[in-house]
């Protein structure tokens, strides 16, 4: 029999940020799909809607009027999960039923005033705005004392519970660390005190040795599909240097993460010629007030669709229940990506 | 100010199981939905579908013909994840980049010849049939040496990726412990070392006890929403008496698993009186020939709606990022459904 080769068996794949596997099937994408489709939405919005409750000027839910706002603007969440104003308390039955109180803050982050872009259609000087508004929401939010965790991500597309496609992000920070963070920042530590390197900055050097998953790079970003992606089209940005978290980023560093948000959201949207929906993420350093290096920065794209515009990856039964599983490998993802045009397909 | 209670005030509980915490969010229930609904899918089906590839009689797309089963029926999946004969082998790069050769059985599981029925709408002698064929499986592939882990799961309804409305379900057998069975296990070994008692035993005697989260019992299961339940209405179904394995149970205990099954499925369907999509599966002892008195088998349903049939509750940026996080609390998911009729809604 053929030698074992990633290419075309069934394996398993290591995360060593997270200390778990993901099954690979790369033969299984040949499987015919009779299932859900998704819809597509490309009605043509208006630059300024009326009834939405981002769009500056217009009057919230809660009576509140959004200011006149001209690029970015950001305000805390109505619907907040978490809240700062709580009785703190703890509750302890026979070591198996154990709750916390937990408190935080929960803010929206408006991307542009204009309801009809998305940041694949914005400017990298408009989308450098966003990146200088995260840093300053970083470290506004980790400065508070009960704050030690700052979550910065974006719903993108229905697909992905995004209720208003006006382009903006959230922000949840909280007391705890959340359980994704908290395994990234186990193993991170884990491997900085064994071989006192930083394990992104030293997975980076390696792929960018190999290039067999590298999608694109500026002067001081990197783009890949990791080795161990979940999701089909998953991506990272990941800078070239290590960077514990946003704050420490050079004037120029910022434009060029920028750059590198809006050229992985076109080559996304180019893929399947439709607004590519995805969730996104910045991980990086906790805010507890100590020093990170075996922290690396890195923003996390995890997009739900895999064969078109229209047929998702369900993570469900066997993904839900048992192990994170794909059907197409990190590398074929990677050649695809790589492959596309980074001029938006609506020209 | 008012006193924590997990009732009103955001908090995060401990999954004993697993380890990992989950966000509650007791107050945004109250939150407003705009974004996607989902299709409700009523159309009367017919007792036998022609293009349907799991009817009795039927020409599958390989050309292979179903046999004329008069119940149950069980045979390897088309387009299989795991595959049995596959080159073995590992792949090691820097301690970063890990992979290694997985081999596995993947099989489909027909619940019954009727395409129109689900399991809420069929009787509980025939539930029994499945129960049985679970059982036989769960032996057989469990008994090849190659095999450690054997997971039964039902996917229901498209918008938990089932392509097929036609009742069945899926069992993917493979050589290591898939991530989530293998928290399990390594949490019930823990419990079982240190306190000489079953982790899953000691916890539904609590429940009992205290009756705030029990949906129902019969004479053998009790039904129940965890104390640490993700999904808005999801249930563990589990025995009363230590069971490491289905093979384990009596016949009588089978046919109470079943009548558990379908009093589960009927509560589900008429909580929105909708078909009620969800991924269930059963969690039991590795299949690696050894005992595990630590191992409680137990039924989980993870069901995605959270207000109505049509709107979801979606595991979005926050959650795929960060950490697991629900709207409602484990105590008002029970009541709503320990309140619900056992006689499904379409009568
Ligand atoms: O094999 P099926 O039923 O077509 O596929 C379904 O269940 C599988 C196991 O949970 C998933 O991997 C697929 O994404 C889903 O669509
Ligand atoms: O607050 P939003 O954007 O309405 O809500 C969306 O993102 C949240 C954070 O990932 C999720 O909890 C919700 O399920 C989702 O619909």
Redesign the pocket.
């Known amino acids: 029999m053929a030698n074992f080769n990633f290419e075309d068996h069934p394996h398993r794949r290591y995360n060593p940020l997270t200390g778990e596997w993901v099954q690979v099937s790369p033969h299984r994408a040949k ?1 015919p799909w009779q ?1 859900q489709v998704e819809k597509i939405e490309e009605v043509k919005r208006p630059e300024h809607d009326e009834s939405c409750y981002l769009c500056a000027r217009n009057t919230r839910a809660n009576g509140e009027v959004n200011p006149d706002y001209q690029d970015v603007w950001s305000f805390d969440n109505d619907f907040a999960a978490l809240l700062e104003d709580i009785p703190t308390g703890s509750y302890e039955k026979g070591g198996l039923l154990k709750a916390e109180s937990e408190r935080g803050i929960c803010k929206v982050i408006v991307f542009s005033p204009r309801h009809d872009l998305t940041i694949p259609e914005m400017e990298v000087n408009e989308i450098s705005k966003v990146v200088d508004l995260w840093a300053k929401e970083y470290e506004e939010l980790g400065a508070k004392d009960f704050i030690n965790h700052v979550q910065i991500f974006e719903n993108k597309g229905s697909v992905m519970g995004c209720s208003n496609p006006h382009p903006h992000g959230q922000i949840w920070a909280q007391e705890t660390l959340p359980d994704l963070p908290a395994k990234k920042q186990e193993n991170q530590l884990k491997y900085f005190e064994s071989k006192n390197s930083n394990l992104l900055v030293d997975y980076v050097r390696m792929e960018l040795d190999m290039q067999e998953r590298i999608i694109f790079e500026n002067e001081h970003f990197v783009a890949l599909v990791p080795f161990w992606a979940i999701w089909p089209f998953e991506a990272m940005i990941l800078p070239k240097r290590q960077i514990s978290n946003i704050t420490e980023m050079t004037a120029a560093e910022r434009v060029a993460f920028a750059d590198a948000y809006k050229r992985m959201t076109v080559r996304y949207d180019n893929l399947f010629e439709c607004s590519f929906p995805y969730s996104a993420g910045i991980h990086q350093a906790p805010t507890d007030g100590k020093d990170h290096p075996e922290w690396q920065l890195h923003m996390t794209f995890l997009p739900p669709l895999l064969r078109s515009a229209t047929v998702k ?7 839900l229940l048992a192990n994170a ?1 794909r059907d197409i490998t990190a590398e074929g993802a990677a050649n695809r990506l790589r492959a596309l045009s980074e001029t938006h397909y609506k020209g």
């Open positions: 499987r299932g990856k369900f993570m469900v039964g066997y993904e599983q």
